[in-house]
Structures are given as structure tokens and as C-alpha cells.
């Protein structure tokens, strides 16, 4: 899911196939 910080995203699961946490600083960048 998807979770606001600091105005940043934050996605914990599968991100591109990839499992663990990532990080997103840009919130325009889904």
C-alpha cells in the first residue's frame, strides 16, 4: 500500500517484482 511521509511515498510489498521496501522521494513518481 501505499503511504504518505514527509511528502514522500513510501511502498512496502512488491514493487516491480522486487520484494522489501522502497523508498520514492518524488511524489509525482508512482
Known amino acids: 500500500c501505499w503511504r504518505s511521509s514527509g511528502g514522500s511515498l513510501v511502498f512496502l510489498g512488491n514493487a516491480r517484482g522486487r520484494k522489501g521496501t ?3 522521494t ?5
Open 22 to 24: 522502497m523508498r520514492y
Open 26 to 30: 518524488d511524489v509525482g513518481h508512482i
